[in-house]
């Protein structure tokens, strides 16, 4: 079993940034999709859980291309530390709507997938608990 931890959540201003990590043991990430996810705080539905979650990067593992999100495109990165067992996402120019909790996420890539833009659709397997990031002045 796989086990996601997200860290590094906080206030920052408008135009800041900040940086999260995400990280794994039970098992190496090395094969799967992995991506992080956002929703506004307060709007989870206990009986719907993970619906009102958006994709804002997917990163396929094993060619290592990460797809982003328009709305964070230019201004978050993903990347993987030199042990291979935790993730971060780097963000900067924040802004309000940013805010949000943020989950860390992986997936098994299915066959029919071949590129990250296409995983971190419906199949997620493993999620982190979230971690709340508040964008304001």
């Known amino acids: 079993q796989l086990q996601l931890v997200e860290s590094g959540g906080g206030w920052v201003q408008p135009g800041g940034s900040l940086r999260l990590s995400c990280s794994a043991s039970?098992?190496?990430?090395?094969?799967?999709?992995i991506g992080w996810f956002r929703q506004p705080p307060g709007l989870e539905r206990p009986l719907a859980p993970g619906?009102?979650?958006?994709?804002?990067?997917?990163?396929?593992?094993?060619?290592?291309?990460?797809y982003y999100a328009d709305s964070v495109k230019g201004r978050f990165a993903f990347s993987r530390d030199n042990a291979n067992d935790t993730v971060s996402l780097q963000m900067n120019a924040l802004r309000p709507e940013d805010t949000a909790v943020y989950y860390c996420?992986?997936?098994?890539?299915?066959?029919?997938?071949?590129?990250?833009?296409?995983?971190?659709?419906?199949?997620?397997?493993?999620w982190g608990k979230g971690i709340l990031v508040t964008v304001s002045s």
């Open positions: 039970g098992k190496s990430l090395d094969g799967y999709a």
């Open positions: 619906a009102d979650r958006k994709r804002v990067l997917c990163h396929n593992s094993k060619d290592g291309t990460t």
């Open positions: 996420a992986v997936a098994q890539i299915a066959p029919w997938t071949h590129t990250a833009q296409a995983m971190c659709q419906g199949g997620i397997d493993y």
